[in-house]
Structure formats: C-alpha cells, structure tokens
C-alpha cells in the first residue's frame, strides 16, 4: 500500500514557475514508477511526466517537453514537478500515481496508476 500526497499547487501568472510535490509513504516508494497527471475542467485526464524507479529515465508529454522536469528523491519517498514558463493551458488539477509497471507506460496505458494522490490545483492567470 501507497499513499500519496500532492503539495506546491498555487496561483501563478504565465510565464512564472512552480514546484509540485507528492510524498508517499510505504516503505517499498523506490519499486515504484512514479506519474504526474492532470485534469483541466470539462477535460479528461492527461499524461503529464513519468520517472522510472532509478530516476533513470524520463518522459514527458509534448505540451510540457523542455519546461517541466520531474524527479525524485527515493530517500525521501518524494517525487517532484517543476513548471516552469507556466502557461494558462497548464491550470487543472494535478495529480501524482505510483504504478509498479514502468514508467514509459504511463503515457501510452490508460489504466496506469495503481495509486493516485488527491490532486493539487494550479491555476495559471494570463
């Protein structure tokens, strides 16, 4: 059992930067890919990021390629998203996932995620 929890969320104005953060407790986080996800209103979810159990490898979707970056720090069960050059199409609720499946699958599996956090709004003013 994974349980997570998203923090950093906020209002910024476009151009600005933020940093999320999910921390999981469970002493098994470092088995674990870990996924960013969000949820505009009246959208659906989208893949966001993924990082791989190592913090080897990973993979963005193309709206977000070059401005946000994620990592984790496994001694701290914490996995981090930074935003930056923020736009007002980034503003939804943002979420975390832990899946034991690869990372790379977070973006092409539409049941990835075998835990989800509560999400953390981010609200990007133009």
């Known amino acids: 059992q994974v349980q997570l929890v998203e923090s950093g969320g906020g209002l910024v104005q476009a151009g600005g930067s933020l940093r999320l953060s999910c921390a999981a407790s469970g002493r098994t986080f470092s088995r674990y890919a870990m996924g960013w996800f969000r949820q505009a209103p009246g959208k659906e979810r989208e893949f966001v990021a993924a990082i791989s159990w190592s913090g080897a490898s990973t993979y963005y979707a193309d709206s977000v390629k070059g401005r946000f970056t994620v990592s984790r720090d496994n001694a701290k069960t914490t996995v981090y998203l930074q935003m930056n050059s923020l736009k007002p199409e980034d503003t939804a609720v943002y979420y975390c996932?832990?899946?034991?499946?690869?990372?790379?699958?977070?973006?092409?599996?539409?049941?990835?995620?075998?835990?989800w956090g509560q999400g953390t709004q981010v609200t990007v003013s133009s």
């Open positions: 996932a832990a899946d034991l499946r690869g990372a790379i699958a977070a973006s092409t599996s539409a049941g990835w995620g075998d835990y």
